[in-house]
T-cell receptor, first 114, second 116 residues
Framework: SQQGEEDPQALSIQEGENATMNCSYKTSINNLQWYRQNSGRGLVHLILIRSNEREKHSGRLRVTLDTSKKSSSLLITASRAADTASYFCATDAYSGAGSYQLTFGKGTKLSVIP | EAQVTQNPRYLITVTGKKLTVTCSQNMNHEYMSWYRQDPGLGLRQIYYSMNVEVTDKGDVPEGYKVSRKEKRNFPLILESPSPNQTSLYFC???????????????FGPGTRLTVL
C-alpha cells in the first residue's frame, strides 16, 4: 500500500518563482525522502529528513517535516526550466515480521515555464 | 563510477515467453529492490532483498520472481509474462541492511517492457 501522497498532482509555474510540493503519510515513520525523476528516467535522490528533524536545506531545496500532522513539504526556490520533472516523496513503513518497506507516492509533476 | 545497471533497457515480448531483466550494482549495497511504474499509479514495489539469499514480497509481487545469489545482482524474472505486466521497471539499491533500510536509494535507468 502507498504510504505517501503528494499534492498537488501537477504544478505549473514561471521560471524564477518558488515551487512548493506537499507529501502526507499515514503511519509513523523513521525518515522521509524526496526524489526527482526526469521523464522516463530513474529517480534521483534529493534529500532525506529524519523523524527527529524539522527542516533541512540543500542548495535551493528546503524540506520541512511535521510529524504531528504527518506531512512534509518540498520547496524549490528560484525555479529554473531545468527543474521541470516529477517529484516523489518516499516513506518507510513497517511491513511486518520485523522488516520495513520503502514506499513512494504518486508524485507531483512540476513544469517550469521559461 | 558508482551505478546501478539494468538490462535490457527496452524489451518487446509476447505473452508467455519467459524473460529476465538483470540488475547489477557496484557499490557493495546490501539492500536491493524492484519497482514498476505505471501512469497514475506511481512507483510500486515488486520485491526487495535485504541481503544475499533474503528476499521479500513488496506490494505487487504476483507474476514475478527474484533471486539474490550474489550481493551485486538482483534479477527480476517473469516466468509467463502477460500484457498487464507492460510497464517501466526500475531496480534500486541502498547501503543500509538494517531493519530500517531507508538510506538513499540509487536507481537504475529503467527497463521499458511491452508484453503483446
Amino acid at each position: 500500500s502507498q504510504q505517501g501522497e503528494e499534492d498537488p498532482q501537477a504544478l505549473s509555474i514561471q521560471e524564477g518563482e518558488n515551487a512548493t510540493m506537499n507529501c502526507s503519510y499515514k503511519t509513523s515513520i523513521n525518515n522521509l525522502q524526496w526524489y526527482r525523476q526526469n521523464s522516463g528516467r530513474g529517480l534521483v535522490h534529493l534529500i532525506l529528513i529524519r523523524s527527529n528533524e524539522r527542516e533541512k536545506h540543500s542548495g535551493r531545496l528546503r524540506v520541512t517535516l511535521d510529524t504531528s500532522k504527518k506531512s512534509s513539504s518540498l520547496l524549490i526556490t528560484a525555479s529554473r526550466a531545468a527543474d521541470t520533472a516529477s517529484y516523489f516523496c518516499a516513506t518507510d513503513a513497517y511491513s511486518g515480521a520485523g522488516s520495513y518497506q520503502l514506499t513512494f507516492g504518486k508524485g507531483t509533476k512540476l513544469s517550469v515555464i521559461p | 563510477e558508482a551505478q546501478v545497471t539494468q538490462n535490457p533497457r527496452y524489451l518487446i515480448t509476447v505473452t508467455g515467453k519467459k524473460l529476465t531483466v538483470t540488475c547489477s550494482q557496484n557499490m557493495n549495497h546490501e539492500y536491493m529492490s524492484w519497482y514498476r511504474q505505471d501512469p497514475g499509479l506511481g512507483l510500486r514495489q515488486i520485491y526487495y532483498s535485504m541481503n544475499v539469499e533474503v528476499t521479500d514480497k513488496g506490494d505487487v509481487p504476483e507474476g514475478y520472481k527474484v533471486s539474490r545469489k550474489e550481493k551485486r545482482n538482483f534479477p527480476l524474472i517473469l516466468e509467463s509474462p502477460s500484457p498487464n505486466q507492460t510497464s517501466l521497471y526500475f531496480c534500486a539499491s541502498s547501503l543500509s541492511a538494517g531493519i530500517i533500510p531507508t538510506d538513499t536509494q540509487y536507481f537504475g535507468p529503467g527497463t521499458r517492457l511491452t508484453v503483446l
